[in-house]
């Protein structure tokens, strides 16, 4: 109950605070979209949601930045798993710092560099082969580097938006034991924030 009664007081503090400089604006989103995995040229598709916080800071009335953190999880076969397969499963934590310019009181496009962590990996298993020398390795490195453009169209306290991430780096991860591997991550997914 004292847990309760003080995330409230912090609240409405931090409501009061927004009330006095505008300049400050925390955004709390949610979304979910198609995983586009580019495995040495074969693309797979699959499904990815996540739910982040922003901070936007206004320069003036065209131009913002807005740092933030998102959790992200990315599944090649929701859907469609069966027996014998890989879903390829990855979950992240990912630190974007965005760029935003506001053309009117509606609209922003954001452009922005994203830091990702992958905090839960899968992991190879040729089925094949069981003594495979990769099996129960991380398919995945542990970091990786996107770009982030998006778009989105506020009203009143809402947005909804839709933003892509495109992943920069070889997120694919051998082991020294497949050279030429390549892989890389991205995504396309809408989005619905409340802003306050």
Not at 5 to 10: G, P
Not at 86 to 115: E, K, M, N, S
Not at 158 to 170: C, D, K, Q
């Amino acid at each position: 109950m004292k847990k309760t009664i003080f995330t409230l007081i912090l609240l409405l503090a931090t409501l009061g605070l927004q009330a006095q400089d505008w300049r400050w604006e925390h955004n709390i989103h949610v979304g979910s979209g198609l995983l586009i995995d580019n495995q040495d040229g074969n693309l797979k598709r699959g499904f990815t949601a996540k739910v982040g916080y922003g901070i936007r800071y206004r320069l003036n009335s065209g131009w913002s930045l807005m740092p933030g953190v998102a959790y992200r999880t990315a599944c090649t076969n929701l859907f469609n798993s069966k027996e014998g397969s890989d879903d390829d499963a990855f979950q992240y934590i990912d630190v974007p710092l965005t760029v935003q310019f506001h053309p009117d009181r509606h609209w922003v496009l954001g452009l922005a560099p994203v830091l990702s962590f992958c905090i839960d990996h899968d992991e190879w298993y040729i089925d094949a082969n069981p003594n495979d020398p990769l099996n129960g390795r991380s398919k995945i490195k542990p970091f990786s580097l996107g770009l982030q453009p998006s778009i989105t169209y506020q009203w009143r306290r809402m947005s909804l938006g839709v933003e892509a991430t495109v992943g920069l780096l070889n997120d694919g991860l051998h082991h020294g034991l497949r050279p030429g591997y390549k892989r890389r991550l991205s995504n396309v997914m809408a989005l619905l924030g409340v802003r306050f």
